[in-house]
């Protein structure tokens, strides 16, 4: 007789029919990559091993790997490897976080200054154990990077420090030059996909980014692919205009693991194209909008980019 703990059916396979498999259906040829073999690859992996540095890189199966550390281009992961939230399209894995390593921001700065980066990427893990989801952790990297790479422009992606009182101040205040917080998708699907965030919340950040040094730029990004309507799509470029977000990425979704949430469409170059057509008449400085699309791909030719932008803009309103 089963136990009264178990349910019927589920004695043979318990896991399965907690987390269900989805199947991960067939890449189209645009969504092909080939497999990291340069040399170039092999030696930024082997300086984040020697830092003993995390990057989001690894930690999310980004498919672009190949193709950035062979340019010695790598985002880079602070406040460890477990996230706190369990989202349902990232990789990066969940559960009880490590301490923090007071010595990873002069780790990041000697990484940065090494790979002669002129612009990095930092991003984290959601830590909402700590009392200032790690914000005083992405000051501290900001600064020592400032001082190992003096002229090293400073992009972050931050979490969306939900609860956390006076710590989007204490970041912004050390000033980064691109503070980009993603949306992630629509607000429809934050229940399935984002359940420990609050889309407002994160609209209302990124909004108050602009408040606090509207010198800042801001930037959000989203995947497609997960069950939104392009009609949704235009609404959030709305929501984020409103917030006076300078610089939008959309990018295809591509399921990590048959445990993630299950790839509902893959969206066409050309309606990518069209995107990007939508979002620069609602005003966005850039706009990045390619199936390989992510937060930080080619985020250095997209900085100068946006600086230039700006700069015409400004030139022709004066």
């Known amino acids: 007789m089963p136990s009264p703990n178990v349910t019927l059916g589920a004695k043979r396979h318990p896991e399965k029919r907690r987390n269900p498999d989805k199947p991960q259906p067939k890449r189209p040829d645009w969504l092909r990559v080939k497999a990291p073999t340069s040399e170039a690859f092999a030696e930024?992996?082997?300086?984040?091993?020697?830092?003993?540095?995390?990057?989001?890189?690894?930690?999310?199966?980004?498919?672009?790997?190949?193709?950035?550390?062979?340019?010695?281009?790598?985002?880079?992961?602070?406040?460890?490897?477990?996230?706190?939230?369990?989202?349902?399209?990232?990789?990066?894995?969940?559960?009880?976080?490590d301490l923090l390593d007071p010595h990873e921001p002069e780790n990041v700065a000697?990484?940065?200054?090494?790979?002669?980066?002129?612009?990095?990427?930092?991003?984290?893990?959601?830590?909402?154990?700590?009392?200032?989801?790690?914000?005083?952790?992405?000051?501290?990297?900001i600064k020592a990077i400032r001082v190992a790479s003096p002229l090293t422009t400073i992009e972050i992606?931050?979490?969306?420090?939900?609860?956390?009182?006076?710590?989007?101040?204490?970041?912004?205040?050390?000033?980064?030059?691109?503070?980009?917080?993603?949306?992630?998708?629509?607000?429809?699907?934050?229940?399935?996909?984002?359940?420990?965030?609050?889309?407002?919340?994160?609209?209302?950040?990124?909004?108050?980014?602009k408040r606090l040094d509207a010198s800042i730029f801001t930037k959000s990004?989203?995947?497609?692919?997960?069950?939104?309507?392009?009609?949704?799509?235009?609404?959030?470029?709305d929501d984020l205009?409103?917030?006076?977000?300078?610089?939008?990425?959309?990018?295809?979704y591509l399921q990590p693991?048959?445990?993630?949430?299950?790839?509902?469409?893959?969206?066409?170059?050309d309606q990518f194209k069209a995107y990007a057509t939508q979002g620069e008449a609602k005003g966005?400085?850039?706009?990045?909008s390619t199936p390989l699309t992510r937060s930080s791909y080619h985020a250095d030719a997209d900085f100068a980019a946006l600086r230039a932008a700006r700069e015409a803009k400004l030139a022709g309103t004066s």
């Not at 692919?225 to 009609?231: A, R």
């Not at 445990?259 to 893959?266: L, M």
């Open 221 to 237: 990004g989203i995947m497609v692919g997960l069950g939104e309507e392009d009609e949704e799509v235009g609404q959030l470029m």
């Open 157 to 209: 992606l931050t979490p969306d420090f939900l609860r956390k009182e006076g710590a989007l101040e204490v970041v912004v205040e050390a000033r980064p030059d691109v503070f980009n917080h993603n949306l992630e998708t629509v607000p429809r699907l934050y229940p399935s996909i984002r359940p420990g965030a609050r889309y407002f919340h994160s609209l209302q950040i990124l909004a108050d980014v």
């Open 110 to 141: 000697e990484a940065v200054a090494k790979l002669g980066l002129s612009h990095v990427v930092i991003t984290s893990v959601d830590r909402d154990d700590l009392d200032d989801g790690g914000a005083l952790h992405f000051a501290q990297t």
């Open 241 to 252: 205009r409103s917030a006076d977000v300078d610089f939008m990425t959309i990018g295809q």
């Open 284 to 288: 966005f400085l850039m706009m990045s």
């Open 257 to 269: 693991t048959p445990k993630h949430a299950a790839v509902d469409r893959f969206v066409t170059p």
């Open 44 to 97: 930024t992996r082997e300086l984040m091993r020697d830092l003993n540095l995390v990057t989001v890189c690894e930690e999310a199966a980004c498919p672009n790997i190949g193709e950035c550390w062979a340019n010695k281009h790598a985002t880079m992961m602070i406040l460890g490897s477990i996230c706190t939230r369990a989202c349902a399209f990232c990789n990066v894995a969940t559960g009880r976080p």
